[in-house]
């Protein structure tokens, strides 16, 4: 059984770009003085400003990718057909590296510089990254509906709102009872608290929205059982169709101390729709394996 790094990296790399890519952030508003909103109202706002699609389609997308051992950096296009593919092509220095095909039972990678692919189901892929995915949880993020993440939707009634920094934000209820006890200097409580939820990992998801426009400027998840943390900020915001997608995003991954870095930069976007070209694997490529 083969491993291929290079692969290894450029599907990471591109499999986290759909992860985040339309998180949507809005555009920079004045300082003002925010009234404070329930999460219900909050969480209705939101909605409301998510984005559907049938076709969508991103011409240019630069990466650039830093796993604290190396530094990379690629260029990419992305189609993706709703509930159906999501279809990413790689390049550097204007030479096809691959295609990254998602589909809601698979993930498909073609490698054309080392001639390989890598095939499989989206298990292995949660195991690389350390977060559990599939197809529509990337797709629900793509549309902007966060909150698809949630396995029983009454779960965002434990959510609690804040303002700050000039945002709304909405976070977990037992992330605000660890937090206060952190402040008393009773770690040994908000440990108890930690292991009560290690069976099932103690997952803290803390999201921040525009004021003006109600769409994400930050995503913070956080697990406190396992010391594994995503980050993601959004930056010169782009309008399409009505809607406002980040023209770059910075992602930090941390896990359990180490940290991986990735910047991408995006423009030419475009919802017309458009037919996805079947990802066809040359004759004599051998398989490989994500890890």
């Not at 039972?105 to 073609?110: A, E, G, K, Q």
């Not at 499989?120 to 797709?139: E, H, K, P, R």
């Not at 396995?151 to 009634?157: G, I, N, T």
């Not at 290690?198 to 956080?222: A, G, H, Q, Y």
């Amino acid at each position: 059984m083969q491993r291929s790094g290079v692969g290894r990296n450029i599907i990471l790399a591109l499999f986290l770009y759909t992860l985040i890519y339309s998180c949507k952030a809005a555009e920079t508003v004045s300082e003002m003085r925010l009234r404070p909103m329930s999460p219900g109202r909050l969480i209705r706002n939101i909605e409301e400003n998510a984005f559907n699609y049938s076709s969508f389609h991103v011409k240019r997308i630069n990466i650039q990718m830093d796993d604290g051992k190396s530094k990379n950096s690629f260029r990419a296009t992305m189609q993706a057909i709703k509930d159906q593919q999501i279809l990413l092509t790689v390049s550097k220095f204007n030479i096809p590296l691959g295609r990254l095909s998602l589909t809601p039972d698979s993930i498909l990678f073609v490698n054309y510089m080392e001639r390989t692919f890598m095939t499989d189901g989206y298990s292995a892929l949660s195991d690389l990254l350390n977060f559990d995915l599939d197809f529509y949880a990337v797709q629900a993020i793509l549309s902007g509906n966060i909150f698809s993440f949630f396995e029983d939707e009454d779960e965002l009634k434990s959510y609690n709102s804040y303002v700050s920094d000039g945002l709304y934000m909405i976070q977990s209820e037992t992330m605000r009872k660890i937090r206060k006890i952190d402040e008393k200097g009773k770690m040994q409580k908000a440990d108890r608290i930690i292991r009560r939820n290690d069976e099932e990992s103690l997952m803290v998801n803390t999201f921040f929205f525009d004021p003006k426009l109600f769409v994400m400027r930050k995503m913070v998840l956080v697990d406190k059982t396992w010391s594994r943390n995503l980050s993601l900020q959004f930056n010169e915001y782009q309008k399409v169709d009505h809607k406002y997608y980040p023209g770059s995003i910075l992602l930090t991954l941390d896990n359990g101390g180490e940290t991986m870095r990735l910047e991408l930069s995006m423009s030419g976007f475009s919802t017309e729709h458009s037919e996805l070209l079947p990802v066809r694997l040359p004759d004599k490529y051998q398989r490989v394996y994500i890890n």
